[in-house]
């Protein structure tokens, strides 16, 4: 492959993880969200189930022990330094259960591992938050801080929703790096400019 067709392949990624990491230099200690737009596709490869919000904890748990076994078997090229990544999907239409995926970066699909599934999230528009914490502090509860904070509190007092025609509700990148006492989490959620704002 030339040197030029390389780089046009692997350019959008590259620029969506570099503002990922741009996100990670602000404090990580408040609920500050930040309002931005994505320009490229994020190509995920990892393991999935479908699940509701009664049976989300049940089958997290099941789903992580599926992700770490086909991770023994076969490794990921990951692109980013984040451990993992973790994809919950907008439910259809009048539909309570909704597809939840764990899984690592990628630059392609070329030579998927067998036993792992692939995702495609298409840019957008995505509210935003960091938070950083303790790492013995269990992640779920930053994440249901992080929920209900943002869902409760931030979106309706905002001109912003949560965008119905997005394939995606919300993406959390980990981090957790070895030798760390911090764990950061970087949460987006897939929104839309209200059709009363002011602004439109």
């Given at each position: ?49 479908k ?40 439910p ?8 939840y ?41 930053e ?25 995606i ?14 764990r ?14 002011p602004?439109?």
């Amino acid at each position: 492959m030339e040197i030029g067709s390389l780089i046009a392949a692997i350019l959008p990624s590259a620029l969506f993880l570099f503002l990922i990491l741009y996100y990670t230099i602000w404090n990580g200690n408040s609920y500050v969200p930040k309002v931005i737009n994505t320009n490229a596709p994020l190509k995920i490869v990892g393991v999935s189930v479908k699940t509701n919000d009664a049976s989300f904890i049940e089958d997290d748990t099941s789903l992580w022990k599926e992700f770490r076994r086909v991770k023994e078997l076969n490794s990921i090229p990951k692109e980013d330094s984040f451990n993992f990544v973790l994809v919950k999907m907008m439910p259809a239409k009048n539909e309570a259960n909704w597809d939840y995926f764990i899984g690592d970066i990628v630059t392609n699909f070329d030579n998927v591992p067998s036993g792992f599934k692939t995702a495609e999230l298409i840019p957008g528009k995505y509210v935003t938050i960091r938070r950083s914490f303790k790492k013995e502090i269990p992640w779920v509860n930053e994440t249901l801080k992080i929920e209900h904070f943002l869902y409760e509190k931030w979106l309706p007092h905002s001109n912003y929703e949560l965008d119905p025609n997005s394939p995606i509700k919300s993406i959390e990148y980990h981090n957790k790096r070895k030798g760390s006492a911090i764990r950061t989490i970087i949460f987006y959620a897939a929104i839309k400019e209200k059709l009363n704002n002011p602004k439109n």
